[in-house]
């Protein structure tokens, strides 16, 4: 069972462009909502986190827009560059089924080709 | 502060065999999490551990097993290799609380043939 859906699987942007990426969920009970960046060979990095007590968060050239009610989140990036192609994971928070800790819950992935 | 780090970073096994992959967190790092990653399935959590316990698990086979040292450093081990495990396994460490904000190391790349 999926619980965190990305989409979409792979995206193609020209330098300069905006790229986005989309994730929704299904369990209300998720409390942080973090964004990774993998690089080939590479593990993933964490790249930018939203509470959803906040509708938008920028870093950088990176934002992510968050919508409670419609249970979706994005990642934008801005001017786009090369540099930028990866993958990027959505992932969201929640607490363990009668557990004090925390585990993380990935989407799929985004293959982002950045053409300069 | 030095990242996660995982030794190997390329193994190559036979059908049959058991394999143990090595992970060391990050200094003060208490939690560790191993992952399976996949084309097909993405990351895939196999488990965690925290104090030398674990303290989650995914829905894996018992072929996937683990441990976690005094250290905080942490093994996991497959045994009876199979085709379908060829992956890149992925350790990371956490500091807990409150963001629970994961740290992966390179991983190790499994190739089962």
């Known amino acids: 069972q999926q619980q965190v859906k990305q989409s979409p699987q792979s995206l193609i942007v020209q330098k300069g462009g905006i790229s986005i990426i989309n994730c929704a969920y299904e369990?209300?009970?998720?409390?942080?909502f973090p964004w990774y960046q993998q690089f080939p060979g590479k593990g993933p990095a964490l790249l930018i986190a939203?509470?959803?007590?906040?509708s938008e968060k920028k870093e950088g050239r990176f934002t992510i827009s968050f919508n409670k009610s419609a249970k979706q989140f994005s990642l934008h990036i801005m001017d786009s560059q090369p540099g930028d192609s990866a993958t990027y994971f959505c992932a969201a928070r929640t607490l363990y089924s009668g557990g004090s800790n925390y585990k993380l819950t990935f989407g799929k992935g985004t293959l982002l080709t950045v053409n300069p | 502060k030095a990242g996660v780090t995982q030794t190997p970073r390329y193994l190559i096994k036979t059908r049959g065999q058991q394999v143990t992959l090595s992970c060391s967190p990050i200094?003060?790092?208490?939690?560790v999490s191993w992952y399976q990653q996949t084309p097909g399935q993405g990351l895939q959590f196999l488990f965690e551990y925290f104090s030398e316990t674990q303290r989650n698990k995914g829905n894996f086979p018992g072929r996937f097993s683990g441990r976690q040292f005094s250290n905080s450093r942490s093994e996991m081990n497959v045994s009876t290799l199979e085709l379908g495990d060829s992956a890149l396994y992925l350790c990371?460490?956490?500091?807990?609380?409150?963001?629970?904000?994961?740290?992966f190391g390179p991983g190790t790349r499994l190739t089962v043939t």
């Open positions: 200094s003060g790092h208490r939690s």
């Open positions: 369990n209300t009970a998720f409390d942080y």
């Open positions: 990371a460490s956490s500091g807990g609380a409150p963001a629970y904000e994961q740290y």
């Open positions: 939203i509470r959803p007590d906040v």
